[in-house]
């Protein structure tokens, strides 16, 4: 039964409880939607050291409430396995031992309904837990129970990125999901235009109420000089002119490090296209592979799956450059500007750096994103796997300059005149 007030009455807090047990089992529901089309086997690869399995992901998430939330704050819980401990943990190093991130792939056991039975008893001891707790520990909770729901959010999309990285491996390539929701796009797509700023001093940070990760804190201000994005992504025919005008030819146009993936990688194009006359899927024309399986180049769509340096070198092919993550931000919500979010994560020229005045969270929750303030790139906006609600004008995603398997794409800017 829920815990009484002094007076014998429901909690004053009910009706906040409620709503974060309502988020909770939402979001955790989601995370299983997104698993459903996938076999058992499916869910257990791993193509690459940076992806995840499925079932991984699926355990982590929960692994997180077990020992962030019930281990720490609810008395008397007991541990579904005490060995999936090590097994689940991803980089908390003062939450024990971890198995190694490159073999996550070789976890054939515990067995998926394993992890699915390891689910159900977290989400049970969670609502219990919501239910019955006094004030004083709601209040403790609060914030660590939405911040599961945030970071399981930002494993629906690993989940996608990551076994689409695994089906793009196997000859069969194929879908991810049954049913194409197609792109959202706010318009139909035209010539590209340019929206001018007039920079000066602007806020950016989370500031207010509302949920933001650490690493959007605190809000401040900057000076920007005056500026203009482009009204919309780069989209797949503007890419195709730059290959075919030898953009993965030309080193002037790349950075030293990219151009050193360019030939090591064997890069030609855009992460997941298919050549023409490729013996996976034989075509006169380039293709993309993508979630729900492959599909003819869609000249109009966001370009994705690009890396940042792919990007850059194309703001100097175009004769551009990439916005900073502060540009982005202050433009944001300028109604002459296009496919924000919800469509690709927009690389900026910004190193993933700490905001002047940053402080980590207390406990193990502070190393949920100050310790990686090095050797990434942010990128601002969303993709159209992000999770609807999750982003926000100051999310900080952030990833490092080569990564290409997220659904990333780019916005141009450019210097104007005083």
């Known amino acids: ?34 698993a459903a089309p996938l076999t058992a086997e499916d869910q257990c690869i791993q193509s690459m050291p940076d992806a995840s399995p499925t079932k991984w992901h699926l355990a982590h998430t929960s692994w997180f409430f077990e020992v962030v939330v019930l ?41 998926l309904d394993e992890v699915l039975a390891y689910r159900a008893h977290v989400d049970e001891a969670v609502a219990r837990f919501l239910a019955d707790c006094d004030e004083d ?10 911040l599961g729901c945030q970071h399981e959010q930002q494993h629906q999309e690993l989940i996608l990125t990551d076994i689409l990285h695994a089906f793009s491996c196997n000859p069969l390539l194929p879908a991810c999901q049954p049913a194409a929701r197609g792109l959202r796009l706010a318009t139909p797509p035209r010539p590209l235009h340019w929206v001018a700023f007039e920079g000066g001093k602007a806020a950016v940070g989370h500031g207010g109420a509302g949920f933001a990760f650490d690493n959007e804190q605190p809000r401040h201000d900057v000076l920007l000089r005056p500026y203009a994005l482009a009204d919309r992504l780069v989209n797949c025919g503007e890419w195709l002119q730059f290959m075919e005008e030898g ?54 769509a966001p370009v994705m799956h690009l890396s940042f340096y792919e990007a850059a070198a194309y703001a100097q092919w175009a004769g551009a450059r990439l916005p900073t993550e502060f540009e982005w931000e202050a433009a944001c919500g300028h109604p002459g500007l296009e496919q924000m979010s919800g469509h690709a994560w927009q ?70 005149s005083c």
Do not use: C
Request: hydrophobic share 35%; aromatic share 12%.
């Open 247 to 300: 953009g993965y030819r030309d080193p002037s146009l790349w950075l030293s490090d990219g151009w050193a993936q360019v030939q090591a990688q064997g890069w030609r194009a855009p992460g997941y296209w298919i050549e023409p006359g490729d013996a996976r899927a034989p075509s006169p024309q380039w293709q993309v592979f993508g979630l729900h399986g492959l599909a003819p180049l869609d000249p109009q």
């Open 347 to 416: 690389w900026t020229r910004s190193s993933y750096d700490p905001y002047p005045g940053f402080q980590p969270l207390a406990g193990a929750v502070g190393e949920y994103n100050g310790k990686f303030m090095v050797g990434q790139i942010v990128l601002r906006g969303g993709s159209h796997a992000t999770p609807e609600g999750h982003a926000r004008p100051t999310y900080r995603n952030f990833f490092p300059p080569a990564a290409r398997w997220q659904f990333t794409g780019l916005r141009l800017a450019k210097e104007v």
């Open 137 to 146: 520990r709601w209040r403790e909770v609060a914030d660590l129970v939405e």
């Open 71 to 111: 281990q720490a704050h609810a008395p008397g819980y007991r541990l579904f396995d005490p060995k999936l401990l090590h097994l689940f943990n991803s980089y908390y190093e003062s939450l024990g031992s971890r198995h190694p991130r490159p073999q996550r792939g070789l976890l054939s056991r515990p067995s």
């Open 1 to 34: 039964m829920p815990a009484s007030s002094p007076s014998g009455s429901f909690p004053a807090s009910a009706p906040q409880r409620q709503a974060a047990a309502g988020r909770l089992t939402r979001v955790r529901a989601h995370s299983l939607a997104l």
